[in-house]
C-alpha cells in the first residue's frame, strides 16, 4: 500500500484525489499495489466533503509520518510550494507536481535534492496540462538531439484565438466571453502576454539542452496586438494564427521566444484548436513527432499528477531519469534566426516595403492597405528595416 | 559500458547501429553509460562496411558473451525471432524489437519469460514507428481506463489514401506509383487489405486491455475498394478518407476493427497525411490526446528501438511496467457498435434508400448516382438494410 499526500484541494489537487479514488483498481492493476491518499493539506476546512476526514491543516503531519512516500504538490506558487517540496524530498519523499512557476524557477535544484535522498522529483503536469510531453522527453526521445521545439502551450489564448478566427470577433470581445466562460483569469496578462507560454518552454528547452534556460531569457510577445483583419489575411492565405512558443538549435546555439505565427495549412500545429494544447518536436534521428492533448482541465492535468505518483511507486528508491542540471545555459540571440514575415502597411507606404523587402507575394484584403509575405531574413534584418517604413500597421511571423 | 547485439543488418537494424555511434555522446549523457554494438548478426558479409568486423553469422557467439546485456532483433518475423529472442531472454538479455509480427504473435510469453529471467522485453518500435505509443500507454496513461483507440497505423495505405485526395488518381495507379518509390511491396496485400494496422491495434487494443487481443480476432478491411468518386464525395463534406484502426470499450465489452472511415474536418486525424501516423486515444480521465509522427522509415523505426536500449541500460535487473497478460480477451462483435454510414447507390435504388435509411443529408455529386449519410445505427442493423438494396455502389463508414 502507498500513501500519498495532496497539497491543495484545489482543482488540481480535488482531480488528483479523484482520479485515485475512481480508478483505484485499474492503477492498483497497473502498478501492482494500491495507493491511497492519506493526507490533504489545505488552509480551509471542506465540511461535508467525502475527504473531509483527511483534510490537515500542519505541513508537519505530513512530513513526520514515515508512511508518506509521495506527495503531489498542486498548490501552485513559488512560496510555500518550495519550501515544501524541498522539506518533502530531504525526507525522502517522492515530489510530483503540477506547478510550472516552481518548476521553471527551482527545478533543477529539487532534482538533485530529490536525487541525494533517494526520491525522485517528477513534474509531467508542468507543462502540456494532460499530454504526455516530460516523460517521452525523458525517455521515447532520449536517443535523438532535439533540433527544435515548436510548442501551442497555451490554453486561453488558443481558445481566444480559435475564436477570433472561427467568429472573426475582435479581441476584447472574445476575452471578455472567456473571463466570462472561465478560461481566462481576471487579470490575463500571464496568459495573453506569453509569460505563461514563455514558462513553459523555458522547461522544455531545459530538456532538450539538459541544462537551465530561464523565463527570463525567453523573448515572448503575445497576441494582444492581433486584429480581425490578420485572421482574414491568414484565412486567406490558408494559415492560421498561433501563439508559439519556440525553441530552436542553430549551430551550437539554442533559442527560444514565445509570439504569434502563422501556421501553414499543412502543419500539424495548424488544426490545434480551441483548448487544446500540441507540442511539435524535431529529433535528428525521429524527424517530426507532435503530441496533442488537453493543456488544462482538472481531470487532464490531475491524471499526468497520477501518472508521475504511479510512476514514483513503481520506482522507490530509484532514479527516474532527467537530465536537467543547474548549469545556465546562455541562449543565443533570437533576431538571428531567420523566417518569412507577413507584413501590413498603409497603402501610401507601398513603394517603400516594396524596395525595402525581396517580397514572395502580395495579399490584398482591402483598398487602403498593402499586405505582403517576406522572403526568407533574419529578425534582426528585418526589425531594421521594418521600423525603417512609415505607417506600418502589423507584421506576424511566417512559420 | 552497455554492449548491444544486433540481430539483422536490414533497414531497421543499420539504423540503430547508425544512430547508437552518431548520436553516442548525447545517449551517454542522458543513460550515465556509454553504450557499443559489439555484434551484428546476419547471414550476409558486409565486405567494406564500416561494421564488417562485427558481423557473426552464429547466434551462439552472441548468446554465450556475459558481456552482451541487450540484443535488438531487428529481424521481422516470426521464426527464427521467436527462438531468438527467447533463448536471449533465457540467459536474461533483454530484447528489444521492431517485429510486430513477432510481438502480436508471442508478445505476453516473450513478456513472462523476460520478468522470470531478471530482464525485459521491450517493443515501442512494433506499433507506429518512430512514435512514442506503447511506452506512453504503459506509462503516461497508466492512470487512465482508456475508452478508445484510433489509429493509423499503416504508411503504405496512408500515402495511398493521401494521393488519392490530393491528385484525384484512381487507386491501381497511385499503388504502382507506391511500388516504384519503394512505399509499397510488390505484394501489398498486407498493407492494402489492412492485415498491418490489424496486427498494430491487436497489440494496442492487448495494451488497452491488459489482456491478449489476437490479429486474427479484428474485422480487417482494406482500402482497396475506394474510388476516386469517393473522393469528391469526402471532399463535398469537408472529410478525409483515412484507414482507421480502431479499438473501443462499450460497456464491459471490447471491439476492434480497421476499415476505411470517413474522418471531419475538425478531427485531428483528418490532417494526418503521406506516409505519417498518428494514435488517437480517449482516456476517461485524460480525454482524448493524439501521438503524431513517422511511422515507419529507418532511422525514426531505430530511434525507438534505441529508446528501449536506453530504457534497459537504465532499468538493468528491474522491471519495465507493461502489463499484458497470456490470458485471451475475447472481443465483442464489432456488428454492435454504432456509427454513421456514406452510402452510394444507382440512382434506380434512390427510393428504396430513401425508405430504408433515416438518413441526414443527401449528397450530390454526378447525375446517376445517389448519396446519402446514415443516421447513427449499429453494423448490423447497417448491413442488413444494405444487403437488401439493389444497385449500392458503395458505403464507408464515419468517425
Avoid at 475582435?170 to 466571453?177: E, F, G, I, P, S
Avoid at 542553430?250 to 484548436?273: K, R, S, W
Avoid at 488537453?294 to 505518483?309: N, R
Avoid at 517603400?352 to 523587402?357: A, G, H, T
Wanted: glycine share 10%; hydrophobic share 40%.
Amino acid at each position: 500500500m502507498i500513501k500519498v499526500a495532496v497539497l491543495g484541494y484545489g482543482t488540481v489537487g480535488s482531480g488528483v484525489v479523484q482520479i485515485l479514488d475512481d480508478n483505484n483498481s485499474v492503477i492498483a492493476s497497473r502498478l501492482g499495489e494500491d495507493i491511497e491518499v492519506k493526507y490533504i493539506l489545505d488552509l480551509r476546512d471542506f465540511p461535508g466533503d467525502k475527504n473531509e476526514g483527511k483534510i490537515v491543516h500542519d505541513y508537519n503531519v505530513i512530513l513526520e509520518d514515515p508512511e508518506i512516500g509521495i506527495v503531489c504538490e498542486t498548490m501552485g506558487g513559488v512560496n510555500p510550494a518550495y519550501q515544501f517540496s524541498k522539506d518533502a524530498l530531504l525526507k525522502g519523499k517522492s515530489v510530483c507536481t503540477s506547478n510550472k512557476e516552481l518548476v521553471e524557477n527551482h527545478g533543477p535544484e529539487l532534482i538533485k535534492i530529490a536525487r541525494e535522498n533517494g526520491c525522485n522529483y517528477l513534474f509531467e503536469a508542468s507543462v502540456g496540462g494532460g499530454i504526455p510531453i516530460i516523460r517521452p522527453m525523458n525517455t521515447s526521445l532520449a536517443p535523438e538531439n532535439i533540433q527544435k521545439i515548436m510548442g501551442i502551450l497555451n490554453g486561453t489564448t488558443n481558445f481566444i484565438l480559435t475564436k477570433m478566427a472561427g467568429e472573426g470577433a475582435n479581441y476584447d470581445d472574445v476575452l471578455k466571453q472567456a473571463q466570462e466562460m472561465g478560461y481566462a483569469e481576471r487579470n490575463p496578462e500571464a496568459d495573453v502576454e506569453g509569460y505563461d507560454a514563455g514558462r513553459k518552454i523555458a522547461i522544455l528547452s531545459s530538456l532538450m539542452t539538459g541544462k537551465t534556460v530561464k523565463f527570463a531569457d525567453v523573448h515572448t510577445e503575445g497576441i494582444t496586438k492581433i486584429d480581425t483583419l490578420d485572421f482574414e489575411y491568414a484565412k486567406k492565405m490558408g494559415k492560421a494564427i498561433k501563439l508559439i512558443a519556440m525553441a530552436e538549435k542553430n549551430g551550437d546555439e539554442y533559442t527560444a521566444m514565445v509570439a504569434p505565427f502563422m501556421i501553414g495549412a499543412d502543419h500539424p500545429l495548424n488544426g490545434v484548436n480551441g483548448v487544446f494544447n500540441a507540442i511539435y518536436l524535431t529529433g535528428d534521428m525521429l524527424g517530426d513527432v507532435m503530441f496533442y492533448g488537453q493543456g488544462a482541465g482538472k481531470l487532464a492535468t490531475a491524471s499526468a499528477v497520477v501518472s508521475d505518483v504511479i510512476d514514483c511507486g513503481r520506482n522507490k528508491n530509484k532514479e527516474i531519469p532527467c537530465v536537467w542540471s543547474e548549469e545556465k545555459l546562455t541562449l543565443g540571440d533570437y533576431k538571428k534566426t531567420e523566417r518569412q514575415f507577413f507584413v501590413r502597411i498603409d497603402m501610401r507606404s507601398r513603394g517603400q516595403v516594396v524596395n525595402k523587402f525581396s517580397y514572395l507575394k502580395s495579399i490584398e484584403v482591402t483598398d487602403t492597405e498593402f499586405a505582403l509575405v517576406t522572403g526568407k531574413m533574419t529578425e534582426a534584418d528585418f526589425l531594421d528595416k521594418i521600423n525603417s517604413i512609415d505607417n506600418v500597421i502589423s507584421w506576424i511571423r511566417l512559420a
